[in-house]
Each structure stands twice: as structure tokens, then as C-alpha cells.
């Protein structure tokens, strides 16, 4: 996803989310970019079934 976002020149960084809730699981993480870069990334990083879905619900 980082990746994805370093294309289209859109600062990201991974950070830590906290401590895994249960014992031999890994942290979990989160993806931040910039408030401003926020709906352009999630435009991106969205799965194409959503968009279609949310098409075919304003018909």
C-alpha cells in the first residue's frame, strides 16, 4: 500500500497501533498520510468492488 502511495507521490509512514491483544500475534499497524493527501490515498487504496457498489446503489 506504501508503495502504491509513493507512486502517485503521496508521503506515508507506518506506524505502530498498539500492543496485539492476545499472546504470539504480531503488532498491529496503521498507513497515516497527510490530512490533506487523506481521500485521494483512500481513492486509491479502495478495492474496485466498492466503487461498483457504490455505483450501482445511486441508480
Avoid at 9 to 35: E, T, W
Amino acid at each position: 500500500m506504501q508503495q502504491v502511495l509513493a507512486a502517485h507521490d503521496i508521503p506515508s509512514r507506518i506506524v505502530d497501533a498498539g500492543i496485539a491483544s492476545y499472546f504470539g500475534a504480531c503488532s498491529p499497524a496503521a498507513l497515516q498520510v497527510l490530512s490533506h493527501d487523506q481521500w485521494t490515498a483512500l481513492l486509491l487504496l479502495s478495492s474496485p468492488e466498492e466503487e461498483q457498489a457504490g455505483a450501482s446503489d445511486n441508480n
